[in-house]
């Protein structure tokens, strides 16, 4: 019995002693076998860095201060230089890389990290994009490849498994540099990110999948993110927020920004082009399919809200007129993006637009105004499944036009129809007549002083040819119509003198003799107004539309009064 007690304290003590060299040398093992996950290969892109390291090995807690990831050449000159070429590179520094709740046995055993959170802590990113990059693979195909390439630059086969309960990065840094040749500029800065990824598992086996990791669920919240690789504009975003618990994503305080005001644009342009300054207040994708997503860059979301609208048009047409080929109708540019959308509601609310534009010899610009516009849209999808189900986008609008007009529209696109047939119904009420000058005496050069629109009814079908339909209105009051001069008139009338002027007169006194003082259905002469104007298809939908509807009046208004304007053009002869 003394001789198994001995025993027992001797086997007991060796256990201890064993116990203690393993705990001595526990850190060094752990060190070495952490260094075997990053890629050491003499060719490797990367190299890495730390300051300290700290290890808790009772509860499986390991600290890196001052980590870095550094390119070992230059950033993409070189690559190219070598063969290497890529089509991103990064360059990382953290203040502190945190492991917790590492399984220290398990990973020393089969390779295999289990860990409860790894915690990023004020990282600093820098992307570095090769302009020059070519992608060979299909979309799908290089959906994911520069994560895949980095991931492989940095990790080495070794590892054989990760199952990480919380990913989670705190005041993270962004920056992405655009590189061409030698030539290397800002591209976008995003400032305070936070987000965080649970239920992480990921693999050599996933890295090289399309999906590259698994994931329960994500947090993302991102401040202060601006754009700058657009030439004229910047975008800047407020805020960009997505919860983990829904698959919700938020924007706030969205702008598209000008980097030159609106006259000192168009002093640098050649050709006419639109001037823009867009606000969005926020914008809500609700249940975004992420994994789709990441998988293929397919969008598939069951809502899209965006409130808040205000967006400014500037356009010059003293510019010349860049002729283009052919400007497609909706349905054909739908049907040729290449991207797999589906989203079946859209929401546009609180819209505000205001259009502003110089016509050839105006005094000043047009401008139109909508306020208080809501928009909802169905059935917005370029994706071949949901269109052999239903093939028609669907727009209804409704709000104020120019101060207190109220006008609502209904648009029917059969997207799959290769004529590009489309469908749309529309009314304009109770809105004052003087309430158009701002469009009128700008483009047709007349101006009302009195009068009311009671309403202008119209329904027309359109296609890539032309534009058909009826329209009628309703109109009372219409006491003064002043046709006015032109700017080359009024250069013609200092030359001239007062015979000009007479002329103008003359003219607006034969206008208010033709034109009735009430017009409506109900009226003598009233004729309802044949809508057709064929199509310029240099032109964009808007053209066809507002021609379309400009015929409508003149057959519905000088349907009765040939015999007038003839005689009226003769004395204008004369």
């Known amino acids: 019995m003394q001789k198994w007690h001995k025993i027992s304290v001797s086997l007991l003590g060796l256990l201890a002693i064993a116990i203690l060299l393993v705990a001595v040398n526990l850190e060094d093992i752990l060190i070495h076998r952490l260094n075997l996950l990053v890629e050491q290969d003499e060719n490797r892109l990367y190299n890495y860095e730390y300051d300290q390291l700290e290890i808790d090995l009772s509860n499986g807690n390991i600290i ?22 890529k089509e991103k590179v990064f360059d ?16 020393l055993i089969t390779g295999t990290i289990s860990l409860e959170e790894i915690n990023f802590s004020s990282p600093n990113l820098k992307i570095y994009e090769n302009t020059k990059y070519k992608i060979q693979e299909s979309q799908e195909e290089n959906s994911l490849k ?4 980095f991931f492989s630059d940095i990790i080495s086969s070794s590892l054989k498994e990760a199952n990480i309960g919380e990913l989670g990065f705190q005041n993270a840094h962004l920056q992405i540099f655009k590189v061409e040749g030698k030539d290397t500029s800002l591209s976008l800065l995003a400032d305070s990110s936070n987000f965080s990824i649970k239920g992480v598992k990921a693999s050599i086996e996933s890295i090289s999948s399309k999906e590259l990791f698994y994931y329960d669920s994500s947090f993302v919240d991102l401040y202060n993110v601006k754009v700058y690789s657009l030439e004229d504009y910047r975008i800047e975003v407020g805020r960009f927020n997505k919860s983990s618990t829904r698959e919700d994503v938020h924007f706030y305080n969205v702008r598209l920004s000008p980097l030159e005001d609106r006259y000192t644009y168009m002093k640098n342009r050649e ?27 397919s969008i598939n979301a069951n809502h899209f809200d965006i409130n808040g609208i205000q967006l400014e048009i500037y356009k010059d047409k003293r510019l010349k007129n860049k002729k283009t080929k052919y400007k497609p109708l909706p349905s054909q540019i739908l049907r040729e993006i290449e991207l797999a959308i589906n989203v079946p509601t859209i929401s546009l609310r609180d819209t505000r637009i205001e259009y502003q534009e110089m016509e050839v010899n105006a005094l000043e610009p ?4 909508f306020k208080d516009f809501d928009l909802h849209i169905s059935n917005f999808t370029t994706d071949s499944s949901h269109l052999s189900l239903n093939d028609t986008l669907k727009i209804d609008a409704n709000g104020t036009f120019m101060q207190e007009g109220e006008l609502a529209l209904s648009l029917h696109f059969p997207i799959l129809d290769s004529k590009d047939n489309f469908e749309i119904k529309g009314r304009l009420q109770k809105t004052k007549l003087n309430e158009l000058n701002p469009i009128l005496k700008n483009t047709a050069f007349v101006m009302f002083t009195a009068g009311n629109l009671n309403y202008l009814d119209f329904h027309m079908q359109g296609n890539k040819d032309k534009i058909t339909g009826m329209l009628d209105l309703d109109y009372e009051g219409l006491n003064n119509l002043q046709i006015l001069r032109k700017k080359d008139e009024m250069e013609e009338r200092r030359e001239k003198g007062k015979k000009r002027k007479q002329e103008k007169a003359l003219l607006s006194f034969l206008a208010n ?13 009233y004729q309802t107004g044949q809508v057709y104007f064929e199509r310029n298809t240099n032109k964009s939908i808007f053209h066809l539309l507002i021609n379309g509807l400009k015929s409508g009046v003149l057959d519905s208004f000088l349907h009765n009064h040939e015999g007038i304007i003839n005689k009226m053009k003769e004395r204008k002869e004369k």
């Open 64 to 85: 890196l201060t001052d980590l870095r990831f550094k390119p070992r050449i230059k950033i993409i000159d070189s690559l190219d230089q070598i063969n290497k070429s």
């Open 146 to 149: 520069t994560e895949k390439e």
């Open 366 to 369: 047009l401008q139109v105004t």
């Open 513 to 525: 003799n033709i034109a009735p003082v009430d017009y409506k259905p109900s009226s003598k002469n």
């Open 271 to 297: 050709y006419q082009t639109e001037w823009f300054d867009l606000y969005l207040k926020e914008i809500t994708i609700e249940d975004l399919d992420i994994g789709e997503y990441q998988k293929s860059r």
């Open 92 to 107: 990382i520094e953290l203040e502190e890389f945190k492991m917790i709740g590492l399984g220290i046995f398990e990973f």
